[in-house]
């Protein structure tokens, strides 16, 4: 859609203002006033969203395959940075996500012994974009 000097942001989104195609600013919800043809705004939500992650095949420490599925939270901080330093944040945050999954599945979990009770494994892991 041709810029035609006007932008609405709204309330959850913020809008990255790039003039030719340099940084110039971010904008806060509302009715925003642009020059035509010269800039350029992108628009980040900044909601928390939730990205269900593929079941992943991963080998115990007891050399047991197993699924593990999960999913995903993760919300927009800093939307200057979701833009110009991460090429596409959905995809980085999905691989990530799949990585840490088979990390944690590989280190931390073991078949519990015959009889024996064991706590469910919860690992927290912390992506800030």
Same mark, same amino acid.
């Given at each position: ?47 928390? @969203? ?13 050399? @047991? ?63 800030? @974009?």
């Amino acid at each position: 859609m041709p810029n035609l000097g006007v932008a609405i942001a709204r309330q959850y989104r913020r809008g990255v203002v790039f003039r030719f195609g340099k940084l110039r600013n971010v904008r806060n919800p509302g009715i925003r006033f642009m020059i035509p043809l010269a800039d350029r705004m992108w628009k980040v939500t900044l909601r928390t @969203v939730t990205m269900p992650i593929p079941s992943q095949q991963v080998i115990t420490r007891d050399n @047991v395959s197993i699924g593990v599925a999960a999913v995903a939270y993760f919300r927009r901080v800093d939307p200057v940075k979701s833009i110009v330093e991460i090429e596409d944040v959905s995809s980085a945050i999905s691989q990530i996500a799949q990585t840490t999954v088979r990390n944690v599945g590989r280190t931390a979990v073991s078949l519990p012994e015959p009889g024996a009770h064991r706590e469910p494994v919860v690992s927290g892991s912390s992506v800030e @974009v």
